[in-house]
């Protein structure tokens, strides 16, 4: 076997590697043939043959996009191309509405610029689960690659161009009470990070008071320098500028659009956990929303306090949205949400989605007409101060099973000066104390890292949590 056909292993969401190492032409145009085999393998009822393909900004991403969009065309399958670069969702909402068999989005997301991955969109417009995924690495391989160029397809009505963009933007529009969020003249910032998201508030917000800026909205495959990830670490010359020309909010997408962050007006930070938390007590207590809340384990445990306050039942789920996903297919959720700032809303696709979860935060805005640094103190004074930090450190990858089994078998007595009283590790390793506090170590489902993630009752205690964590990784 040539070298550049390495092995081909779907992480949390998607296979991901680098440009030019093992992300190659000759690689996509494999794992697009294992999927179309799938595909065909594993017809669904009530779906039509045709595939929904959609790329991001990235280098080259539109070129990958074409080739995997060949190999459909090839083995049979109608194939909707994008137009142009589309937030994921997009692809996920186009999947669903046009009854395709699935979809494909070329992307790696928040990864770093050298980066490109393969998102796999299962019929039901979300991320594909782990039974879809293995079953396409079976058949790596297994069949010769069919492949029909664009032009011919085109000329043979086999596949279309298609912006999938404008139907994605005015399902979202529908999700909220727009005319609302119209009349409400908020000034806000959108920091689009270079991604795909650029332009989306904008367009959406046309001809009403509201006033948006967007920064960094150029296309730049190297995301100026930064990696997509809505985390303060990226924030740094947007909260300057932000620092100098204040206003209401400043909301945040990443890469592809599919992840929402944020910044306090006068570019103070907002953490994902407290656009969380800020939206479920929108929906409880504005929305009078029903059903059960389902969380990642790696999400604040403010959501915990909030939904025994509310009486309202909470489900945990391992780290990936796929998992929250199964539980929205299911039925009676009212959100769904992962430490990562991805957000799922009921009567829209079983998927995160940074543009409907940045509109949400305008309506929350709207209604309540206060400023966000108020309702978070509001937050804080009824639920207690939660502070929550993340590491991402380097970690052999042979050692980390060992690591995993170490730290289940030697949990701390206790977290600072609280007692652990549960230790979890269907995911990771997590301990959680009495207190509420918690420290959790595990492996990343598509980078070669460890990530330790710590909360606390003060930044200093989640700093120190951090630095146990650390500890433990000295142990093997």
């Keep these: 076997m040539p070298i550049f056909m390495g092995l081909i292993k779907f992480g949390t969401d998607g296979w991901r590697a680098i440009i030019a190492d093992e992300f190659t032409f000759a690689n996509v145009a494999r794992v697009a043939q294992a999927t179309a085999d799938y595909w065909r393998a594993n017809p669904i009822p009530g779906t039509e043959k045709k595939v929904i393909v959609g790329y991001d900004r990235r280098f080259l991403s539109d070129q990958f996009a074409r080739i995997a969009a060949e190999i459909f065309v090839g083995n049979g399958f109608q194939v909707v191309l994008s137009n142009a670069p589309v937030p994921t969702p997009a692809v996920s909402y186009a999947v669903r509405q046009q009854?395709?068999?699935?979809?494909?989005?070329?992307?790696?997301?928040?990864?770093?610029p050298a980066f490109n991955g393969f998102k796999l969109k299962a019929h039901f417009g979300g991320s594909a689960d782990a039974t879809i995924c293995r079953g396409i690495e079976d058949l790596l391989d297994k069949n010769k690659i069919q492949r029909l160029s664009l032009e011919l397809a085109k000329v043979e009505k086999r596949l279309v161009l298609k912006d999938l963009k404008q139907a994605h933007l005015a399902a979202c529009k529908k999700l909220v009470n727009f005319p609302?969020?119209?009349?409400?003249?908020?000034?806000?910032a959108h920091e689009a990070m270079y991604g795909v998201g650029a332009?989306?508030?904008?367009?959406?917000?046309?001809?009403?008071?509201?006033?948006?800026?967007?920064?960094?909205?150029?296309?730049?495959p190297n995301f100026g320098g930064i990696n997509p990830e809505p985390i303060a670490k990226n924030y740094v010359k947007s909260a300057a500028w932000l620092a100098e020309h204040p206003h209401d909010v400043c909301l945040v997408t990443d890469g592809d659009a599919d992840r929402v962050g944020g910044m306090l007006g006068?570019?103070?930070?907002?953490?994902?956990?407290?656009?969380?938390?800020?939206?479920?007590?929108?929906?409880?207590?504005?929305?009078?929303?029903?059903?059960?809340?389902?969380?990642?384990?790696?999400?604040?445990?403010?959501?915990?306090?909030?939904?025994?306050?509310?009486?309202?039942?909470?489900?945990e789920t391992g780290v990936g949205f796929k998992y929250i996903a199964a539980e929205m297919i299911q039925g009676g959720v009212m959100l769904g949400f992962e430490e990562s700032g991805g957000i799922g809303f009921p009567g829209h696709i079983p998927e995160r989605d940074g543009i409907v979860a940045g509109l949400m935060l305008l309506e929350l805005l709207a209604t309540e007409k206060k400023s966000v640094a108020v309702m978070l103190q509001e937050l804080e004074k009824q639920f207690g101060p939660h502070h929550y930090s993340r590491i991402d450190t380097h970690f052999p990858l042979e050692k980390r099973a060992a690591l995993m089994q170490f730290c289940k078998l030697n949990a701390p007595s206790k977290l600072l000066k609280s007692p652990v009283v549960d230790v979890k590790s269907d995911d990771g390793v997590k301990f959680i104390a009495a207190n509420g506090s918690w420290l959790m170590l595990r492996g990343s489902g598509t980078e070669p890292i460890l990530r330790i993630y710590a909360e606390g009752t003060s930044e200093a205690d989640a700093a120190a949590l951090l630095k146990l964590g650390v500890k433990l990784t000295l142990q093997v």
């Design 180 to 188: 609302l969020i119209a009349a409400s003249g908020i000034k806000f």
């Design 266 to 315: 006068d570019g103070g930070l907002l953490t994902t956990h407290q656009i969380i938390c800020l939206l479920l007590r929108h929906f409880i207590v504005n929305r009078k929303a029903k059903g059960r809340v389902v969380k990642a384990l790696t999400t604040t445990t403010m959501v915990d306090r909030m939904c025994a306050h509310y009486g309202v039942e909470l489900v």
């Design 199 to 220: 332009g989306c508030f904008d367009t959406l917000l046309e001809g009403t008071t509201c006033q948006v800026t967007t920064l960094n909205a150029a296309h730049d």
């Design 99 to 112: 009854k395709a068999v699935g979809g494909v989005m070329i992307t790696a997301s928040h990864n770093p």
